[in-house]
């Protein structure tokens, strides 16, 4: 089956990683999901050539990105194994060697890879990816360059067919695109149809009807469209509807034009749901060996890497001399033990005030966007817990009687916090806002109450504090902050399997439902790049924290060979 090529790069074709859900799949399509017509239909879409078993059956729905993807003994590392030689060479990083100059023909092929890797790990993870069709801005000058071509176009075969005798030879080329595309919509088996559309769009006797005068293009035109209505998702019914009510030839097959492109997104988004499943189950191996194939191809592919753990253990090497400082009793001529578990732990909690500016580490480029989305949401949630607490210090009294004061503070807050991690918003003016707001709360429950509202003083103080939130090194920013890093460390310490929360700190009540719910989306993220990445991990861990043993492997495997 042939698929016409499309150019994924152009505005008509975007990838969506966030919004509403995919289209409903085609009627005519359900039920073979497998098949290899979509298998081939996805690979025309973005270049997608994952091996794929037509026989291979989907299970049911993939589940959330969570703690059934991560067993411990994929996420601890024993000072055993780090000394041992148990990975084989797909899941291993590749050996050292001495720098090689890189051609661009493997630079490609690495690029390649990244970008299967990437688009299959969106696929699998996010339940909302899809592709949306989207044109060039109205105004814009490309904009205004197709629409002028277009319009010349549809003009020029308006004037072709108004001549006398009409002149057929692009209508019939627009015959035999349409056909192209109908035929590409087919699955495996759909005999009778494809007979049907190959013998009705028939070009070499279309054209033989032309030179006699005796080609009826109305006829063909209501074939297409009925046709596609068989063949369509419920949603472009209407869209057939309008087709059907259309008396213009030329701007019939304009139309026809436009629902075929979108019925090519539907196609290829019912296509990405069906394989969601066999991707997800298939993900963790799948991504590994292309990772591999990456680093094959670029030895330097985990430079970034290596000194993030790096600076991990140099953290940790840190806080254990600081421990020992302040230890008169302690050994300080022993070699600290570091946890491998725990660096790598500690670096995932450095990705939760990352400097997103500066380039992530590799292993971590398919899920950048929503550890950036989860930072930018824990610091909304750390600036309400951190007005809270300054609230409650300061007005306790006045404030314990407010019904729902705490949802009232969040409904008041995110707003006013929104996009608060762009450089152009102002945290100072957002809190003076808040702390209005909060005056104002405070000030009408006691009015109702009939008690004396706050003074002047009192407001001013508390609008004071709230916005002195902002300053560097603020005590009780700085708490909050600690309370939810040990959050967030305490539930990448449990196990994977496990599915309670950890007991939540002091001063997070008010945000505990949604600092919850970020929690579960983190250690999830983590807990799946374990899985898939642990073999590359364990390998770096090895020589840095290792480096005698690492190095006695080396030249044992070099005298081997």
Same mark, same amino acid.
């Given at each position: 089956?042939?698929?016409?090529?499309?150019?994924?790069?152009?505005?008509?074709?975007?990838?969506?990683?966030?919004?509403?859900?995919?289209?409903?799949?085609?009627?005519?399509?359900?039920?073979?999901?497998?098949?290899?017509?979509?298998?081939?239909?996805?690979?025309?879409?973005?270049?997608?050539?994952?091996?794929?078993?037509?026989?291979?059956?989907?299970?049911?729905?993939?589940?959330?990105?969570?703690?059934?993807?991560?067993?411990?003994?994929?996420?601890?590392?024993?000072?055993?194994?780090?000394?041992?030689?148990?990975?084989?060479?797909?899941?291993?990083?590749?050996?050292? $060697?001495?720098?090689?100059?890189? &051609?661009?023909?493997?630079?490609?092929?690495?690029?390649?890879?990244?970008?299967?890797? &990437?688009?299959?790990?969106?696929?699998?993870?996010?339940?909302?990816?899809?592709?949306?069709?989207?044109?060039?801005?109205?105004?814009?000058?490309?904009?205004?360059?197709?629409?002028?071509?277009?319009?010349?176009?549809?003009?020029?075969?308006?004037?072709?067919?108004?001549?006398?005798?009409?002149?057929?030879?692009?209508?019939?080329?627009?015959?035999?695109?349409?056909?192209?595309?109908?035929?590409?919509? *087919? &699955?495996?088996?759909?005999?009778?149809?494809?007979?049907?559309?190959?013998?009705?769009?028939?070009?070499?006797?279309?054209?033989?009807?032309?030179?006699?005068?005796?080609?009826?293009?109305?006829?063909?035109?209501?074939?297409?469209?009925?046709?596609?209505?068989?063949?369509?998702?419920?949603?472009?019914?209407?869209?057939?509807?309008?087709?059907?009510?259309?008396?213009?030839?030329?701007?019939?097959?304009?139309?026809?034009?436009?629902?075929?492109?979108?019925?090519?997104?539907?196609?290829?988004?019912?296509?990405?749901?069906?394989?969601?499943?066999?991707?997800?189950?298939?993900?963790?191996?799948?991504?590994?060996?292309?990772?591999?194939?990456?680093?094959?191809?670029?030895?330097?592919?985990?430079?970034?890497?290596?000194?993030?753990?790096?600076?991990?253990?140099?953290?940790?090497?840190?806080?254990?001399?600081?421990?020992?400082?302040?230890?008169?009793?302690?050994? $300080?001529?022993?070699?600290?033990?570091?946890?491998?578990?725990?660096? *790598?732990?500690?670096?995932?909690?450095?990705?939760?005030?990352?400097?997103?500016?500066?380039?992530?580490?590799?292993?971590?480029?398919?899920?950048?966007?929503?550890?950036?989305?989860?930072?930018?949401?824990?610091?909304? *949630?750390?600036?309400?817990?951190?007005?809270?607490?300054?609230?409650?210090?300061?007005?306790?009294?006045?404030?314990?009687?407010?019904?729902?004061?705490?949802?009232?503070?969040?409904?008041?807050?995110?707003?006013?916090?929104?996009?608060?991690?762009?450089?152009?918003?102002?945290?100072?003016?957002?809190?003076?806002?808040?702390?209005?707001?909060?005056?104002?709360?405070?000030?009408?429950?006691?009015?109702?109450?009939?008690?004396?509202?706050?003074?002047?003083?009192?407001?001013?103080?508390?609008?004071?504090?709230?916005?002195?939130?902002?300053?560097?090194?603020?005590?009780?920013?700085?708490?909050?902050?600690?309370?939810?890093?040990?959050?967030?460390? $305490?539930?990448?310490?449990?196990?994977?399997?496990?599915?309670?929360?950890? &007991?939540?700190?002091?001063?997070?009540?008010?945000?505990?439902?949604?600092?919850?719910?970020?929690?579960?989306?983190?250690?999830?993220?983590?807990?799946?790049?374990?899985?898939?990445?642990?073999?590359?991990?364990?390998?770096?861990?090895?020589?840095?924290?290792?480096?005698?043993?690492?190095?006695?492997?080396?030249?044992?495997?070099?005298?081997?060979?």
């Amino acid at each position: 089956m042939d698929v016409p090529e499309e150019d994924t790069n152009s505005p008509g074709w975007v990838f969506k990683s966030e919004g509403g859900s995919c289209v409903r799949p085609s009627r005519a399509l359900c039920g073979t999901a497998r098949g290899s017509g979509l298998v081939y239909c996805v690979n025309k879409v973005k270049g997608f050539r994952m091996p794929l078993n037509d026989d291979q059956s989907s299970d049911s729905d993939s589940s959330r990105l969570s703690e059934s993807t991560v067993s411990s003994s994929d996420t601890e590392y024993s000072r055993q194994s780090f000394n041992s030689d148990s990975s084989s060479k797909p899941s291993s990083p590749a050996s050292a $060697s001495p720098p090689k100059v890189i &051609t661009f023909d493997e630079l490609m092929a690495a690029t390649r890879n990244l970008s299967n890797w &990437t688009l299959a790990h969106e696929i699998a993870v996010n339940a909302n990816f899809c592709i949306k069709q989207e044109d060039y801005p109205q105004n814009s000058f490309a904009g205004t360059v197709k629409q002028i071509v277009h319009k010349a176009f549809w003009d020029h075969l308006e004037s072709e067919l108004n001549e006398d005798p009409p002149e057929y030879k692009h209508a019939i080329k627009l015959f035999e695109e349409i056909k192209e595309i109908l035929l590409s919509f *087919l &699955t495996p088996g759909a005999n009778r149809i494809h007979n049907q559309i190959c013998e009705v769009l028939d070009t070499d006797l279309i054209r033989q009807q032309a030179e006699h005068n005796a080609v009826d293009i109305p006829g063909l035109a209501n074939y297409v469209i009925n046709t596609m209505g068989k063949l369509c998702a419920p949603i472009r019914d209407n869209d057939i509807k309008q087709l059907k009510a259309t008396d213009n030839i030329v701007e019939l097959l304009r139309q026809i034009f436009r629902v075929l492109d979108l019925m090519k997104v539907d196609m290829a988004n019912y296509t990405i749901k069906s394989l969601r499943p066999y991707l997800w189950h298939n993900l963790v191996d799948y991504e590994r060996t292309k990772f591999q194939e990456i680093l094959e191809e670029t030895p330097s592919a985990l430079n970034l890497t290596t000194e993030w753990i790096k600076e991990s253990i140099e953290d940790e090497l840190s806080s254990i001399s600081d421990e020992s400082s302040s230890c008169p009793g302690a050994d $300080s001529s022993s070699k600290p033990i570091i946890s491998p578990t725990l660096v *790598l732990n500690n670096g995932y909690l450095k990705l939760l005030q990352w400097d997103y500016c500066k380039t992530i580490p590799e292993t971590l480029i398919t899920d950048e966007v929503r550890l950036q989305e989860l930072r930018e949401k824990l610091n909304q *949630l750390k600036v309400i817990a951190c007005v809270s607490l300054i609230t409650n210090n300061m007005v306790g009294a006045a404030v314990v009687d407010v019904p729902d004061f705490t949802d009232h503070l969040k409904r008041i807050s995110l707003p006013l916090l929104e996009g608060m991690n762009k450089k152009s918003f102002d945290l100072k003016e957002a809190l003076n806002a808040i702390g209005i707001q909060i005056c104002s709360i405070v000030n009408k429950s006691l009015s109702e109450r009939g008690l004396p509202t706050l003074s002047e003083e009192m407001q001013s103080n508390l609008m004071g504090q709230i916005a002195h939130i902002v300053e560097k090194n603020n005590p009780v920013c700085s708490l909050i902050d600690k309370r939810i890093q040990l959050f967030m460390r $305490s539930l990448l310490a449990l196990p994977s399997f496990q599915k309670c929360m950890p &007991t939540m700190p002091g001063g997070l009540s008010v945000i505990q439902r949604e600092i919850e719910f970020l929690g579960s989306q983190y250690a999830s993220i983590v807990n799946f790049n374990k899985k898939v990445y642990g073999p590359f991990y364990a390998n770096i861990l090895r020589k840095l924290l290792f480096p005698e043993a690492a190095m006695e492997k080396t030249e044992a495997e070099t005298s081997s060979n």
